[in-house]
Nanobody, 119 residues
Framework: QVQLVESGGGLVQAGGSLRLSCAAS????????MGWFRQAPGKERELVAR????????YYADSVKGRFTISRDNAKNTVDLQMNSLKPEDTAVYYC????????????WGQGTQVTVSS
């Protein structure tokens, strides 16, 4: 069982930066693959970035590639999303999610944090 709590959302102007952080409970954090998702009003939830359990392999959606960076610290049970060069279209609720490495679906979700980018 993993509990996830996101923080770091807020309001920022276009071109600015934000860093989201997700704190996970549990002793087996290092066995979970982690992902950041987002959902904008009227749109489906989409995967933004993911990172495997040991942090070696990372994936980014094309829309954020080169601007966002996902990282994790298994000693601290955290996964972060550094977001640079933010655009109004990045406005969404951002969710942290976890799944056992190798499984298909993300089983654990945080409550979400709002990111609003003004033009």
């Amino acid at each position: 069982q993993v509990q996830l709590v996101e923080s770091g959302g807020g309001l920022v102007q276009a071109g600015g930066s934000l860093r989201l952080s997700c704190a996970a409970s549990g002793r087996t954090f290092s066995s979970y693959a982690m992902g950041w998702f987002r959902q904008a009003p009227g749109k489906e939830r989409e995967l933004v970035a993911r990172i495997i359990s040991n942090g070696v392999i990372r994936y980014y959606a094309d829309s954020v590639k080169g601007r966002f960076t996902i990282s994790r610290d298994n000693a601290k049970n955290t996964v972060d999303l550094q977001m640079n060069s933010l655009k109004p279209e990045d406005t969404a609720v951002y969710y942290c999610a976890a799944k056992v490495q190798g499984s298909i679906s993300y089983n654990y979700w945080g409550q979400g944090t709002q990111v609003t980018v003004s033009s």
